[in-house]
């Protein structure tokens, strides 16, 4: 058994691992709920990824931690932001200028990377769930509708409807009085996808290459077929969209431990 | 791999004498307003201390009140007694806190200095708008409450240079003062009396001043953390010889450090600059935050602006004109970018970070694109966080600690 380098990403929705051999091939992955237990869902992912590979924790010779729950793991790890993670992991698969366009449960980052792949700037949505995952969770639980059906309902949208509301609670109220004025499901939900979009959009000057990752983008392609009409350019989608902060964690661990 | 222990904060000497200079401030004004002994002012922070001490006042202000009622975590219970008699939360919540304790009989005072019961009350209250109009109106209420006189400087604001005419014009409204204050202190107007205090606030002055300075030492003695601790006698005492004696100490105590190579931040890697006002609610934790990062924010405009090199008691009111009128926060954005660039090369500063204080409008200067603006000028990495002064419900530590960490991660490429 080779040495593994394990990266480990413990959003506020999915814990997601990652974990690559020494040619920094993913041999392992998983993604699992958070929950409430940083610390448990991170040994439970952690025991996954190693029985997939089937392998144990002396194999593993580095592992980076990053996420919300970065700080909550029990096993040895060095920790490293998300931003940082996704950028790496994102440059991993474009190895060029890009900016980086995660939108995770309860953030939406925008990352911009020179080409040699150092991290030039960044920005975060503000103190608000607007535009993330948790803003399209609510709407899904309020409408009573699982995430894949909002996916395929918004793809039978006949006409573009826009929200003006910015607060989570008070686009839930604006879509009541859309639907009572018979404005149809499909639409509604289109509109919400596209609010993510215009939030996104809010953050910070898209140009140049973009790479969409993120749990939003891999269950729910519309957002970014919303955000390639918005911007003007397709967003380049790297391999399992959600896994890109863990994979950038688990590159970091194998950088890490060359440099010892 | 190990996990790395927190560092532990290394305490300065002087604050020992800090906290006795505190409490002798407290003391003093206390024992004043129990026995009639002195009229007491309530001055705005920087507002005219020196002439009113010069007319015998004992001077208290509110916002070194506020930012008790902040670095103890007791201002969210306070905001909504006042958002409930009118003032919005969307507005300084330093008036809205410390409205709001007064409404609800409480002061942070009384925990720490045993037999203080309340404030002292004021005889008269002396603002300067050359902050924000925050101040005028939040004294304005105490004047209805305590119904005593409210009398003030009006400023200018954003100005790109300081000119003459502005000088002429404050200096002017500093003047007709005068005859007001002296009838309410029974004290007469001594033009002297007025040099000594301004020579004083002088020496207080350059010595902070100094103080501020020797973070431009590599690595830094101090932090923006205890920056925004020792700087309770330039605010609350300035003008005093007790401030200008407790700033030689604290100087010596810190060149002293430089000589022998004690950093504030072991192994310190990265030096930053604060704009913006602090967090007083969570002051511990970001040091501590900054600690464990190894970067030391060195610089700040906060601390900075307790700095009057103007004052000379030789000109006492256009020199106090001038120092309360050169203010940052009176400054239009170019003469402020200015200023940072300067800030940036002599405290060798590699990332500045904005406090967008959500009440305080004034002091957040990321709300027009500087930010963005100083990143391609300096080529040095900027970062936003979103908080408050006082209002902790405005602040999200979890989200502020992951943009500083990664902010730090760009820094440090
Ligand atoms: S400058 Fe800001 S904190 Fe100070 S009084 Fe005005 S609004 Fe309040």
């Keep these: 058994m080779s040495e593994l380098y394990l990266g480990i990403d413990l959003g506020a929705s999915a814990t997601k691992a990652v974990l690559l051999d ?84 309860q953030d939406t980052k925008i990352i911009r990377l020179g080409p040699d792949g150092r991290l030039l700037d960044f920005q975060m949505n503000r103190k608000c769930a607007a535009g993330t995952g948790a803003f399209l969770e609510e709407m899904a639980r309020r409408l009573d509708l699982s995430l894949s059906e909002l996916e395929q309902l918004a793809g039978q949208s006949q006409q573009d409807v826009k929200l003006g ?34 939030r996104v959009t809010e953050l910070g000057v898209l140009s140049g290459k973009i790479v969409a990752t993120g749990g939003v983008v891999a269950y729910n392609p519309t957002v970014a077929n919303l955000l390639a009409n918005r911007i003007g350019v397709d967003p380049l989608i790297p391999p399992e969209p959600q896994l890109i902060g863990a994979l950038g964690a688990a590159l970091f661990a194998f950088e890490e431990a060359e440099h010892a | ?84 008699i009118g003032y919005s939360p969307e507005i300084c919540s330093y008036l809205t806190s410390d409205i709001g304790a007064c409404i609800m009989g409480e002061t942070p005072l009384s925990r720490a200095y045993p037999g203080i019961t309340r404030v002292p009350p004021p005889d008269v209250l002396v603002y300067n708008t050359n902050q924000c109009r925050a101040v ?3 004294f304005q209420w105490y004047s209805r409450k305590f119904r005593v006189p409210c009398l003030g400087v009006q400023s200018f604001r954003q100005m790109d240079e300081v000119t003459t005419l502005h000088v002429a014009a404050i200096s002017t409204q500093l003047q007709q003062l005068i005859p007001p204050l002296q009838e309410i202190s029974g004290t007469r107007f001594d033009i002297d009396r007025l040099r000594e205090t301004i020579e004083l606030s002088r020496q207080c002055s350059e010595l902070w001043g100094q103080v501020l300075e020797t973070a431009a030492h590599r690595p830094s003695p101090l932090t923006f953390f205890d920056g925004t601790i020792h700087m309770g006698p330039a605010v609350i005492a300035r003008g005093t010889q007790s401030a200008v004696d407790y700033y030689i100490f604290l100087l010596a105590e810190l060149r002293q450090r430089i000589e022998a190579g004690v950093a504030a931040v072991n192994h310190e890697n990265c030096r930053i600059y604060w704009e913006g006002m602090p967090i007083w609610g969570k002051l511990r934790e970001l040091a501590a935050l900054f600690l464990r990062l190894k970067t030391c ?57 904005f406090h967008e204080a959500k009440t305080c409008p004034d002091n957040s200067n990321s709300l027009y694109g500087m930010p963005q603006r100083l990143y391609q000028q300096l080529g040095i990495p900027t970062v936003v966080i979103h908080g408050d002064l006082n209002d902790l419900r405005l602040f999200s530590e979890e989200q502020a600690v992951t943009r500083l960490e990664a902010f730090i991660e760009q820094v440090q490429g």
């Design chain 2, 297 to 353: 924010v060195v610089a700040s405009t906060y601390c900075n602006s307790w700095i009057f090199s103007d004052l000379d008691p030789r000109d006492p009111f256009e020199s106090m004109a001038r120092a309360y009128t050169e203010l940052f926060i009176t400054r239009a954005d170019a003469c402020k970018e200015r200023y940072i660039k300067q800030m940036v090369e002599f405290y060798r500063i590699d990332g500045i970070l």
């Design chain 1, 22 to 105: 020494s040619r920094r091939q993913i041999v392992a992955r998983t993604v699992v709920a958070t929950g409430l237990d940083f610390t448990r869902v991170g040994q439970e992912v952690l025991e996954a990824v190693l029985r997939q590979a089937g392998a144990d924790m002396e194999h593993i010779r580095c592992a980076v931690a990053t996420g919300y729950g970065r700080k909550n793991v029990h096993f040895p790890c060095l920790s490293k932001t998300e931003i940082s993670c996704h950028g790496r992991g994102a440059y991993h698969y474009f190895p060029e200028a890009i900016t980086v366009v995660d939108i995770g449960g």
């Design chain 1, 165 to 198: 509301s910015y607060c989570t609670v008070f686009t839930f109220t604006e879509i009541l009085a859309l639907s009572r004025r018979g404005i149809a499901v499909p639409d509604l939900v289109k509109a919400i996808f596209n609010a993510i979009v215009q």
């Design chain 2, 1 to 84: 791999m190990s996990i790395e222990p927190q560092p532990a904060f290394k305490k300065l000497e002087s604050s020992l004498r800090l906290k006795q200079l505190m409490a002798s401030h407290f003391y003093e004004l206390d024992e004043a307003a129990r026995r009639g002994s002195h009229k007491i002012a309530w001055c705005s922070s920087v507002g005219p201390a020196e002439l009113l001490r010069s007319l015998g006042f004992l001077v208290y202000f509110p916002e070194n009140h506020a930012a008790l009622l902040g670095a103890t975590r007791k201002a969210t219970d306070y905001i909504p007694a006042a958002n409930a």
């Design chain 2, 136 to 138: 005028k109106d939040w």
